[in-house]
C-alpha cells in the first residue's frame, strides 16, 4: 500500500469535504434556528438537510470505486476521477441549496465520474482474474 | 492487494447494488410524485424509502466485515459471506417494498451473513495478532 | 496489508459499535411502538434515531482517516485516535438519548479524534508524496 498515497490524498479530502458539508447542515440549523433532532423546517434548510443525506447515501460508493479502480485498474485514472466526484459533489451541493433544480448538473456530473470509475475498476478486475486464474493477459 | 480481486470485484458489485437501490428510490418518488427534498409520501413510498436509509446504514459495516474477512481470514470466504449479503439485501429491499411484514426474512439474512463475516474476521485478527506479537501459532 | 492487523481490528471493533447502536434504535422502535417505516416519535426516541443517524454520517470518515493514518503515519497513532473516536461516540450516544445538550460533550471528543486522525493522515500522506516524487526525506 506504501505506493497508494495519491489514492490516499484523494480519499483524506473528500472526507475533509465530507466534513466541511456536515458543517454547513449545522451552519443552516443554527440560521434557521432548527434544534436538533428536528430535521425538518423551511424548504432552504430541508433542501441543505438533503443535499447532505445524499452525499452520505453516495459516500461508501465512491470510496468503494475509487479505491477498486486505484487497485486494480490505474492510481493516476483513479486520481482524476476522484477529483471530477468531489468537485461534482461541490457543484450538486452548492446547487440543491439554492433550488431542488439546480442540484441536477451536478448531480448527473456525479453520476459519470462514479460510472467512469466503477467502469474502469471493472476492466481492471476482469482482466485481473483473467490473468490470475485462466492465465489469459489482455 | 494484487491478489484481492475477486473481494474487489464482490465490494463493486455491492457498490453497483446500492446504486441500483438509489435509483429504485428514485424511481418511487417519480410513480409517487413526490420531489425531493420531501420524504414523506404514501405508505409504499415510504418504505421504498426507508428500506433504501437500511441498506445505507449498513453498508460500511459490510463493507468493513468483508475486507477483515477477505485480509486476515479467507479470501474465498469473505467473498462466500459478501454474495450471501448481497443477495439477502435484494431480499430485504423487495420485501420491504411489498409490506413491513416482508422485510424480515432478508433481514435476518442480512444479520446472518454480517455475523459469519463479523466472526471470521475476528478469527483471523486474534490468530494474527497471536503470530505476530506472542509467536503462538494456532 | 498482513500486519495491519491491529488497525483491523478496531475497524472490526467500530462496525461491531455500529451494530449495537442500530439495535439501540430497534429497542427504541419497540419501547415507544414506532413501527418502521416511521422515524418520528416522543422525543426521547427521535433523539436516539438522530443520535444513530450522526455515527452513519460520519463512520466512513472515519474510517477513511483510520486507515490512512494506519497506512501512511503509523499504525500505534491509528489505533490510539481510533478507540479515542470510538469511546466518544459511545459517549455521545448516550448523551444525546439523554438529551440534546447532552450529546455535545462526545461530539466535541469524536471531531478532536476525527481531526487528530486527519492531521496525522496529511502529514504522512504529504512526506510519503515528497520522498516519492521529489526524494526529499524530512
Redesign the interface.
Known amino acids: 500500500?506504501?505506493?497508494?498515497?495519491?489514492v490516499?490524498?484523494v480519499?483524506?479530502l473528500?472526507?475533509?469535504q465530507?466534513?466541511y458539508l456536515?458543517r454547513r447542515v449545522g451552519r443552516a440549523r443554527e440560521a434557521h434556528k432548527i434544534?436538533?433532532?428536528?430535521?425538518n423546517g423551511p424548504?432552504e434548510f430541508?433542501?441543505t438537510?438533503?443535499?447532505?443525506q445524499n452525499c452520505?447515501?453516495?459516500?461508501?460508493?465512491f470510496?468503494?470505486?475509487l479505491w477498486?479502480c486505484g487497485?486494480?485498474f490505474s492510481e493516476g485514472a483513479a486520481v482524476v476521477g476522484g477529483m471530477a466526484y468531489i468537485s461534482a459533489r461541490h457543484m450538486y451541493f452548492n446547487g440543491?441549496v439554492k433550488s431542488?433544480k439546480k442540484?441536477l448538473p451536478g448531480f448527473y456530473l456525479t453520476l459519470a465520474a462514479?460510472s467512469a470509475l466503477?467502469l474502469m475498476?471493472?476492466t481492471g478486475?476482469v482482466s485481473?482474474?483473467l490473468r490470475?486464474y485462466a492465465h489469459v493477459h489482455l
Open positions: 500500500m506504501e505506493s497508494f498515497h495519491v490516499g490524498a480519499s483524506l473528500s472526507s475533509i465530507m466534513g456536515a434544534l436538533p433532532p428536528a430535521v424548504p430541508e433542501r438537510f438533503r443535499a447532505h452520505v447515501e453516495f459516500y461508501p460508493l470510496l468503494v470505486t477498486t487497485l486494480f440543491y431542488t442540484r462514479l466503477a475498476s471493472l478486475i485481473g482474474i490470475k
